[in-house]
């Protein structure tokens, strides 16, 4: 089972609703404002995860400025995390009977183990594109656009399959990315009030294999996040965890699962 079976306004079996994107309409349109929360995220973030080390500046912008914060591991973490921000700056197309004052907001964090994100690091000074290392930066990045030219939104529970549900890299075969609320923030930190009286949510992003997407659509976003904590799931990339779904070693042995 995949989104692809579904119709936009489809209920799964699990209670998720399926959302299908607008074709936009406009091309490349130049945003509104530029960085306008970044001071204000980072200063909320600070006494939980530290100063951040950098910032990976967008250069060309559409739609909404997307800049990247990047927090090296310190004393309290040993893994690189990345929290974007700009998406925020522009409010999502949330549907009727949603709060927009409290919905319509988001921006999204990552992490990437020491390893990762200090290979990441060295090849970005150097100036080269490494795509192997740069690959999580770049989702981040188009996930958290995304609502903005789809005229749709985000939020906890949600899928968005990669294209043609292919793996995001040979290394692995995860290929869907599941929005969630932080795990690797308190959640005294997971939302931030903006001076327009907007909450600001930050929200996770974990990748899937395919059969949790499927459990996800058949059985529900509630009973699939009830499985990461004992499994170890955030959303720290970690491309060789199992699978928190067990999938039956008959099906296996046919290559059906």
């Not at 989702?139 to 939104?153: D, E, F, S």
Request: some cysteine.
């Amino acid at each position: 089972m995949s989104d692809d079976e579904f119709k936009d306004g489809d209920v799964t079996p699990g209670g998720s609703r399926i959302i299908v994107g607008k074709d936009r309409e406009t091309g490349w349109t130049q945003p509104e404002s530029f960085a306008e929360n970044c001071e204000l995220i980072q200063e909320h973030l600070e006494p939980v995860i530290g100063e951040a080390a950098t910032v990976f500046h967008e250069i060309i912008s559409d739609l909404v400025h997307l800049d990247v914060l990047v927090y090296a591991p310190n004393q309290s973490r040993n893994y690189w995390v990345y929290v974007t921000s700009g998406m925020g700056d522009l409010r999502m197309a949330i549907p009727e009977g949603v709060d927009p004052a409290e919905w319509s907001r988001a921006e999204l964090i990552m992490a990437l183990p020491r390893a990762w994100g200090d290979a990441l690091a060295e090849t970005l000074e150097r100036s080269e594109d490494d795509e192997n290392s740069y690959w999580p930066i770049g989702l981040l990045k188009w996930l958290a656009r995304y609502p903005h030219v789809a005229q749709t939104w985000l939020a906890p529970g949600h899928t968005i399959p990669n294209f043609e549900n292919e793996p995001y890299t040979n290394a692995s075969r995860l290929n869907v990315a599941l929005v969630d609320f932080p795990r690797l923030l308190p959640a005294s930190h997971a939302t931030l009030m903006l001076p327009d009286g907007d909450r600001l949510n930050f929200f996770g992003l974990i990748l899937l294999y395919p059969e949790e997407a499927d459990f996800k659509l058949d059985q529900g976003y509630e009973a699939l996040a009830e499985k990461f904590e004992p499994n170890g799931v955030s959303e720290l990339l970690d491309l060789s965890r199992r699978s928190v779904i067990r999938r039956n070693p008959l099906l296996r042995l046919i290559g059906r699962a």
